[in-house]
């Protein structure tokens, strides 16, 4: 079969392996990790991806997405079935589900997670809204645009507010996914909570369903870790356990 696969670049090095090992053709489209602090922006250019991909004779389209915000909330095909696991962000994909990632929370809430691919792509015009800490680059660059805009004392009170969000963390971790040698962006964090003061550990990872999204393990009927929206069928959010549900097109 002949898959389309769009995904967030976070997780571009598994997605790719995956696609590798896969028995099917598999078509990679990845979009920029910023888009998340936009959900309205991500559904919009998710959706343009569907819509391009529309009597390229593709099988199913698969989303390297969980809900993100309600940012994969109303996506749908006219003519080709849409596949997404069942899970609320990038981290629970990364770690291999819901539960584990509810381990993970229920032990350490305040936690701040990174990995080789996040490291990367790092886009710090959207620096605040990410799923790591905020360079100091960013925030000089930040900090003079507010300047700019509002003057010396406002641009501080701004600062002061905006990143407030530390005190709420005291912990930093890297997930290691294993397909790379990883010990610089390792070390990175490891530097990073340091000066933060947090904790540091590092997870590995579960890649288990990304490579059953692109091995095509969601065709088991008693696979309960994906759903499948058909055509003219829109994804839509249950707000409990099974995260996604059918919706109307």
């Given at each position: 079969?002949?898959?389309l696969?769009?995904?967030?670049?976070?997780?571009?090095?598994?997605?790719y392996?995956?696609?590798?090992?896969?028995?099917?053709?598999i078509d990679?489209?990845?979009l920029?990790?910023?888009?998340h602090?936009?959900?309205?922006?991500?559904?919009s250019?998710?959706?343009?991806?569907?819509n391009?991909?529309?009597?390229r004779?593709?099988?199913a389209i698969?989303?390297?997405?969980?809900?993100?915000?309600n940012?994969?909330?109303?996506?749908?095909s006219r003519?080709?079935q849409?596949?997404?696991?069942?899970?609320?962000?990038?981290?629970?994909?990364?770690?291999?589900?819901?539960?584990?990632y509810?381990?993970?929370f229920?032990?350490s809430?305040?936690?701040?997670?990174?990995?080789?691919?996040?490291?990367?792509?790092k886009?710090?015009?959207?620096a605040?809204?990410?799923m790591?800490?905020?360079s100091?680059?960013?925030?000089?660059?930040?900090?003079?645009?507010?300047i700019e805009?509002?003057g010396?004392?406002?641009?501080d009170?701004l600062?002061?507010?905006?990143s407030?969000?530390q005190?709420?963390?005291?912990?930093?971790?890297?997930?290691?996914?294993?397909?790379?040698?990883?010990?610089?962006f390792?070390?990175?964090?490891?530097r990073d909570?340091?000066?933060?003061?947090?904790?540091?550990?590092?997870?590995?990872?579960?890649l288990?369903?990304?490579?059953?999204?692109l091995?095509?393990?969601?065709?088991?009927s008693?696979?309960s870790?994906?759903?499948?929206?058909?055509?003219?069928?829109?994804?839509?959010?249950?707000?409990?356990?099974?995260i996604?549900?059918?919706?109307l097109?």
């Amino acid at each position: 079969m002949r898959f389309l696969c769009i995904a967030c670049e976070t997780f571009a090095r598994p997605i790719y392996f995956a696609a590798a090992k896969s028995a099917h053709v598999i078509d990679i489209q990845l979009l920029e990790r910023g888009l998340h602090n936009r959900p309205d922006q991500l559904r919009s250019s998710i959706q343009s991806q569907i819509n391009s991909a529309e009597g390229r004779g593709y099988q199913a389209i698969l989303l390297g997405y969980g809900l993100c915000g309600n940012g994969t909330v109303g996506l749908q095909s006219r003519s080709i079935q849409l596949v997404l696991p069942r899970v609320h962000d990038c981290i629970s994909l990364l770690l291999g589900g819901r539960q584990p990632y509810l381990e993970q929370f229920s032990r350490s809430p305040g936690t701040y997670w990174y990995s080789q691919d996040f490291l990367e792509r790092k886009d710090d015009s959207a620096a605040f809204y990410s799923m790591g800490p905020v360079s100091p680059e960013a925030l000089a660059i930040k900090r003079n645009e507010y300047i700019e805009k509002y003057g010396e004392d406002n641009a501080d009170y701004l600062m002061e507010v905006m990143s407030a969000w530390q005190s709420y963390y005291h912990r930093g971790v890297f997930i290691n996914t294993g397909i790379t040698e990883q010990n610089q962006f390792e070390e990175e964090v490891k530097r990073d909570a340091k000066q933060r003061g947090w904790a540091f550990e590092t997870v590995i990872a579960d890649l288990i369903l990304i490579n059953q999204l692109l091995n095509g393990a969601w065709v088991q009927s008693d696979n309960s870790d994906f759903i499948i929206i058909p055509p003219f069928k829109s994804i839509d959010a249950t707000f409990d356990n099974d995260i996604f549900k059918c919706g109307l097109a």
